[in-house]
């Protein structure tokens, strides 16, 4: 207790000796402020005895890192430019859209679509186009950041398509993709991680590569049978082969009556077994119809082996995307499926599936798709001599060098085989002679004739290379390829260049339908160059590998839109003449199917799922003594009005008994022979 009274008078005494003022310490100021009645007097006192820390001064320095830190927020100046190309294609293509509906056209008519055109309402859609990617870019996330360079690219290929769409117009394709590859290369090196992209899986990109070539299958698919339905094909090349399918899917064999005037298998005339395969499609559907939307599906087939490709060469993301659309949307895969039937529409995708088991070393599947790749045709050997040897000088295991030389000598071999049989016993002499011509002088020396000469005097043969439409095929066919097969230091690989050297070039120079991207010799060559692209391109390092395959993706849709486009006009044609064409078909299907019947080459396909028919022509009139050439051979005649034949034999058929069957007045007329009756007479008794 007296503890705590101690304690208590301790505290007493120092409180009391707070509270209390000595006298002298109070000094005038004090006093006056402790006997103030206004508060404010003792705030401003305590202002002066506590004064608040000075604020900081915004200087000139300050003001401009602020200022650069918010541009900076919203991708300005590093986003400027790339966001301005990407709205000026985006509402450079609306504008080109728009006059398009009114038949203004941007480039043939440009004084007036500027006259149309709305200057300030394009201005003000730019504006506010970019204003908004400014503020995705400022609210999204930084490794989000895309939506500017994918905006741009995006609208360049909008542009492009809707530029070029049906203008068939090869110079201006090539200068417009030109320019939009370097913009687009510009937008890809903007990208500063394609991470974003290459989270995505594989089989996503796969997916929409696998769409495309639905996309791009459906429409060859449906121009060219438009193509044939409003009589555009004709005997050579696609009667014949509707012929040939209606004797494999009776009987398997492989005869014609139209491609050589007379009864003769194909077989006589290309080694092309290959057929074999579509018979039990064509059994199933027994129309011409059904061979070009074979060939349409076979010309595409090449895409998931050359995906799968690229895949296996570290390509990711976008880069595996574009190079699977670089080969849907390759002209040379395109533009050979309008010119009838063939087949060479085989080689794409047996090509890449053999690339793919060369590529992978499934030398089985090596084996199994060289074999099928020879029997295309006797000069598709050729491929897999190359194949073979290239792989010889690739690998660095003997097992792949022995399967690639093996292959080579089997090919090589079976070629000079086969094309010796045909010239002795059939027609390959007249095929070699055509395609070869310019290299022969014993012109029936066939293909041994060719090797001698051409290792004889080489200088002549390197003539053959550079001919003006030569020279203009070959950069219709690398310019989109952006030139990448001669991307390497490998000397080997230039062995996978020979049949394009070879089969286009030099017997394009003589024989013009090689050279031309709109025929059947661009298949397999094509093929083999794409594969170029994906093994020199990992040469390149990663980034190459990652943005070049966009701009070689690109690159193939701007020529594709801008040479290949325009054949939607078949499926336009077809819907305004579908009336008539529709008329003309059934009167053909009222010929009946056991009588010879000699027509017109455009009408031949109608008509030649038949045992005989035939192509009339000029060479069925002889002229100096005014008579139709063995008229008794035919039961039925189908000619078109008004032609210079027309009215050369149509006065003759009245003195032959040759009598009116059926017809479309002014376009079409058939005449039936008198001796079909008695045929008829004869096999019914």
Not at 20 to 33: A, G, K, L, N, R
Not at 599 to 622: F, G, K, Q, S
Request: contains cysteine; hydrophobic residues 45%; glycine residues 6%.
């Amino acid at each position: 207790m007296e503890n705590d009274e101690n304690k208590m008078n301790q505290f007493t005494d120092i409180s009391e000796g707070i509270t209390e003022i000595p006298p002298d310490s109070v000094t005038d100021e004090t006093s006056d402020i402790l006997q103030s009645e206004n508060p404010e007097d003792f705030s401003d006192r305590n202002e002066e005895i506590n004064p608040e820390p000075e604020k900081k001064k915004i200087t000139a320095k300050t003001l401009i890192k602020n200022i650069s830190e918010f541009f900076s927020g919203i991708g300005i100046p590093d986003m400027f430019i790339i966001r301005f190309i990407g709205v000026f294609f985006l509402f450079s293509g609306t504008n080109i859209s728009e006059m398009n509906k009114s038949k203004i056209n941007s480039v043939t008519q440009w004084k007036e679509f500027i006259g149309e055109a709305s200057f300030l309402k394009t201005v003000i859609s730019m504006a506010s186009a970019f204003l908004l990617l400014t503020l995705i870019y400022r609210f999204m996330p930084k490794k989000f950041r895309i939506i500017d360079q994918s905006v741009a690219i995006a609208s360049i290929l909008y542009f492009d398509i809707v530029l070029l769409w049906r203008g068939n117009d090869v110079y201006l394709s090539i200068g417009v993709m030109l320019v939009s590859v370097v913009f687009i290369y510009y937008a890809v090196s903007k990208l500063r991680t394609k991470n974003v992209y290459n989270r995505i899986p594989w089989w996503i990109y796969g997916i929409l590569v696998l769409a495309s070539a639905v996309l791009v299958t459906s429409f060859v698919a449906l121009t060219s049978v438009c193509r044939h339905k409003n009589f555009g094909s004709s005997t050579h090349d696609f009667g014949l082969f509707v012929q040939m399918y209606h004797y494999l899917s009776t009987d398997l064999t492989a005869v014609t009556t139209c491609e050589r005037d007379k009864f003769l298998s194909h077989f006589y005339i290309h080694a092309s077994y290959i057929f074999y395969a579509l018979v039990p499609v064509y059994k199933l559907f027994p129309k011409g119809e059904t061979l070009l939307i074979s060939q349409a599906i076979l010309a595409m087939g090449g895409v998931i082996p050359m995906f799968l490709i690229a895949k296996r060469h570290n390509m990711k993301g976008l880069a595996l995307m574009f190079m699977g659309i670089a080969y849907v949307f390759c002209t040379g895969l395109i533009g050979p499926c309008y010119y009838d039937f063939h087949e060479n529409c085989f080689l794409p995708t047996l090509l890449m599936w053999l690339l793919w088991a060369v590529d992978g070393k499934k030398y089985v599947a090596f084996y199994i798709f060289s074999i099928l790749v020879c029997i295309v045709k006797e000069d598709a050997p050729l491929y897999v001599v190359c194949i073979g040897m290239y792989m010889f000088f690739e690998n660095k295991k003997n097992i792949g060098r022995i399967n690639g030389i093996i292959m080579a000598v089997i090919a090589g071999g079976y070629m000079m085989f086969i094309t010796n049989w045909l010239t002795e016993n059939g027609d390959g002499q007249m095929m070699t002679s055509t395609r070869f011509g310019f290299l022969m002088i014993d012109p029936n020396g066939g293909l041994k004739e060719v090797i001698k000469n051409t290792f004889a005097d080489p200088a002549y043969f390197f003539s053959l290379l550079v001919k003006e439409h030569t020279i203009k095929f070959f950069i219709q066919m690398m310019l989109p390829l952006l030139f990448l097969p001669f991307f390497t230091r490998k000397l080997n690989r230039y062995l996978l260049m020979i049949p394009f050297i070879i089969m286009n070039l030099v017997v394009g120079s003589g024989y013009g339908y090689a050279a031309d991207v709109g025929y059947q010799y661009v298949f397999g060559p094509s093929c083999l160059l794409l594969y170029m692209c994906v093994i020199n391109l990992e040469d390149m390092g990663q980034a190459r590998r990652q943005e070049i395959p966009i701009l070689l993706g690109s690159a193939a849709i701007i020529m594709t839109m801008g040479t290949m486009s325009h054949y939607i006009s078949y499926y336009e044609n077809y819907l305004n003449t579908k009336e008539y064409n529709t008329s003309l078909e059934e009167m053909l299907d009222r010929i009946p199917q056991d009588a010879a019947v000699a027509c017109d080459t455009w009408l031949v396909p109608h008509i030649a799922n038949r045992d005989e028919v035939y192509l009339l022509d000029n060479n069925d009139y002889n002229a100096s003594e005014n008579k139709i050439v063995d008229p008794e051979r035919y039961d039925f005649f189908v000619i078109p009005v008004g032609t210079e034949l027309y009215n050369n034999i149509q006065p003759l058929f009245e003195e032959l008994g040759i009598t009116l069957y059926d017809k479309i007045d002014g376009r079409i007329e058939i005449y039936e022979s008198p001796l079909y009756d008695i045929y008829k007479t004869e096999n019914a008794e």
